[in-house]
């Protein structure tokens, strides 16, 4: 049974930082393509960033580029994303996301197989 199981969430001043985990189970973590999506209330799910299996490819949405990092670990089949300079349109769940590829970047909702049960991040102004 695959599960991923999300962490790091919390309350944070606008320009803050914080750091959120996803830990794998279940699967071959290596041979995924992992992604971080948000939903705020009231709007749809949307992509936030992608990490290909090795690492060595990341795709971000124009939002939040240059203030979020995607990163994995594969031998502790975890992925994190380091968000700073928070602000309060970023506000919302953080769902992190499997997708079985090992030739790219998948950023639609529909290539993702596997979700956790998000985190709540909740930025104050």
């Known amino acids: 049974q695959v599960q991923l199981a999300e962490s790091g969430g919390g309350l944070v001043q606008a320009g803050g930082s914080l750091r959120l985990s996803c830990v794998a189970s279940?699967?071959?973590?290596?041979?995924?393509?992992m992604g971080w999506f948000r939903q705020a209330p009231g709007k749809e799910r949307e992509f936030v960033a992608a990490i290909s299996w090795s690492g060595r490819a990341t795709n971000y949405a124009d939002s939040v580029k240059g203030r979020v990092t995607i990163s994995r670990d594969n031998a502790e089949n975890t992925v994190y994303l380091q968000m700073n300079s928070l602000k309060p349109e970023d506000t919302a769940v953080y769902y992190c996301?499997?997708?079985?590829?090992?030739?790219?970047?998948?950023?639609?909702?529909?290539?993702?197989?596997?979700w956790g049960q998000g985190t709540q991040v909740t930025v104050s102004s």
């Open positions: 996301a499997a997708a079985s590829t090992l030739t790219f970047l998948p950023r639609r909702v529909l290539d993702y197989s596997h």
């Open positions: 279940g699967l071959t973590f290596r041979n995924y393509a």
